[in-house]
C-alpha cells in the first residue's frame, strides 16, 4: 500500500515540476539546465509526500496541495546544491550522480540554488483552493523553517563542527534545524491547508518530531550499514570525516533503539487519527528498514 | 525635500532591520554577525524608499509597509553578497568595506545569503494591516522578480559575458532582469498595497521601468566620471574588465543623453498623479546629479 502511495504520488509531483519549471519560457536556458539536473536526479521527494499524506490524514485530498508540495521539494533541492558546493562539504557525488557544480560550475550551481529557492516561493503563493490568510500563514512557516533559525542554521552548525565531535545537544539542534524544521513545516502546512484541527495539526508537529528523529538516526546507522550502491555515496564517510553521528556518539545497537523509540512516539502521537493516518504510521515504520 | 525624506526613511529602515535581525535569538550567533555586517553596510535603501514613495504617490501612508519594504532590502543585500563571491564577480571590496567572504569565509557567505533571501520572506508575509489576498499577490511578485526570470536571470547572463562584449538587447535585458525588476517589484508592490487603482499602478510600472533605466546609464557613467571614495570600487572597472556598459558601447555624451530621455519619460508616466509623487519624481531626477 505505501509503495503504490509513493509510486502514485512521486508520478504527480515529477509532472508537475516539470511543468512548473517548463512555464519559464524567459529563462536563460542554462540555469534552467542547472535547477532541473538537481530537482530530477533521483530525490525520495519525502517533503511533499509528507505534506500530502498529513492532508489525506485529516480527511482531505493531499493531492490538492501540489503547488506548496513541490515548493517544498525545490527549497529541500536548493539546500543540497548548496551543501555541496566547495566551500561548504565539497562533494562531488549525491546520489551516486555527479554534483551541481562538477556539471555546472560552481557560479552557476550557487545561482541555481538561488533560483530554486525563490522560485519555490512564487509556487507555494500560487497554491489555488485556499484562503488567502491560510496560506500567508504557512508560507510563514515554511520560510521560518528553511532560514536561519532552521535549516541554513543548522547548515552553519554543521560548517562549523567539521572535525569537532559534537556532543548530544548540539548534534540534537543541527538535525532537527537542518532536516527536522522542514519535515515539521511539510507536515503542519499539509495540516493547516487542509484546515485541520488546532488538536489534529499539534499532533502531525509531535508525529514530525519524531519522523525527524528517526529518520537522522537510521541515516547515520545507513552510513554504517548500508553500501554505497544504496546510499549514493561512500560507506563509512561519517566516521572518516570524524564527524559526530547517533553511531560514533553511541553505538549502532544503541542508536537502533533510539530511532524504534522515536517510531514508537510518533505512533502516539497519531492515537487520535483513524485510518486515514495509515500512510503516514506506515512512512515512519519504513525508516527503520531503509536502505537510501 | 529630498534629502529629508531620505534620511526619515533610511532611520526607519535601519531601525526596522535593526528589530526584525534581532528578533531572532535561534539564530547561531556567526550567521546573524555576516546577515548584519552586509546588511547594514551603507547601502541607500532605494528600493524599500521607492516601495514608500509608491504608496505615498498614490495618497498612503508608505512607512506602514515597513515589513515588505526591509525584506527588499534583504532580498536586494543577498544578491549583492552572492554576486562578489569568487566564482562569480570575486570582488574583495564593495562600497569601501570588504566584501562579505573576505569577513567571514566562502561558505558563511553563501549561507548568510540564503538567510537573507529566506528570511526576507518570511517578514514581507508578516506585514500587517494588508488584505491577505493582496499580501499573496505582492509577495509573489517579488519572488518572481528575485527569481530566475528576473534577478538571478540577469546575474546568469552576467556571469556567462565577462569578457564579451555584449549587444545592446542583451546588455538591456541584463540590466532589466538583474536589477530592474526588483525596482518595478518595490513600485508595483507600493502601489498594491495601498489599494491604488490599476491605472495608477500601470503608470508606477512604467516609472519603474524608466527609474531603472536611468538608473542603469548613470551607473555605468558614475564608473568612468565618479572617484574611488565616492562609487566605493576602484573607477574604470568596467573598461578594464571589458565589460559592455553603455558608455563602453556609445559614448559619454550619447548616455548622459539616453539616460535624460528616460528621466523625462520617468516623469510623464506620472502625469496622472498630483503633489503626493513629488518624492518621486525627484528621486529620478537626482538621478542624473549622482555621485554614488
Redesign the interface.
Known sequence: MLKQYYQDKIKVIDETLDRMLMR?Q???P???DA?RYSLFAGGKRLRPILLMAAADAVGAKGTNYLPVACGLEMIHT?SLI?DD?P??DNDDYRRGKLTNHKVF????A??A???L???A??FI??QPGV???I??AV??EI??A????G???G???D??SEGKRLDYDTLRYMHQAKTGALFKAALRAGGMLAGASEQHITALTEYAEQFGLAFQITDDILDVTGTQAEIGKPVGSDERNDKATYVTLYSLDTAGQLAAQAVGAAHAALNGFGDEAAILRQMVDSLLSRTN
Chains 1, 2 share one sequence.
Open positions: 519559464q524567459a529563462l536563460p542554462v540555469i534552467y535547477m536548493y548548496h558546493l566551500a561548504m560550475g560552481e557560479g552557476m550557487i545561482l540554488g538561488d533560483a529557492l525563490t522560485q516561493f512564487e503563493l500560487s484562503e488567502a490568510q496560506l500567508v508560507t510563514r520560510a521560518a528553511a532560514g536561519p533559525a535549516m541554513v542554521g547548515q552553519v552548525v560548517l562549523f
